[in-house]
Nanobody
Framework: QVQLVESGGALVQHGGSLRLSCAAS???????MAWFRQAPGKEREFVGF????????VYADSVKGRSTISRDRAKNTLYLQMNNLNSQDTAVYYC?????????????????WGQGTQVTVSS
């Protein structure tokens, strides 16, 4: 069994930056991990994923160019650095982990999910 725990969510000002973390425990995640988010009243959406080696990262257009996903395999931890935040980034952010070689934008690719961390951007 794998547990994913996100942290780092906060209230930040428009234009600010934030780094989210997702610590995995239970077993080493040797497959892709991803970030998703869900804004109030909206469906959960893909933010980005990173492969096990970290050699490939893919981002949603909405965060591309101002976000970086990374992982520390030794610490079994995933990160999301977001810059130039705006009100549309306000959401609960979830990390997710795959247990297969698939890595894409689909939610059903990922088996394990965290409980989420709230990010609120004030104008």
């Amino acid at each position: 069994q794998v547990q994913l725990v996100e942290s780092g969510g906060a209230l930040v000002q428009h234009g600010g930056s934030l780094r989210l973390s997702c610590a995995a425990s239970g077993r080493t995640i040797k497959y892709a991990m991803a970030w998703f988010r869900q804004a109030p009243g909206k469906e959960r959406e893909f933010v980005g994923f990173i492969t096990w080696t970290g050699g490939t990262t893919v981002y949603a257009d909405s965060v591309k160019g101002r976000s970086t996903i990374s992982r520390d395999r030794a610490k079994n931890t995933l990160y999301l650095q977001m810059n130039n935040l705006n009100s549309q980034d306000t959401a609960v952010y979830y990390c997710a982990a795959s247990i297969t070689n698939r890595a894409d934008k689909r939610e059903d690719t990922y088996t394990y999910w965290g409980q989420g961390t709230q990010v609120t951007v004030s104008s």
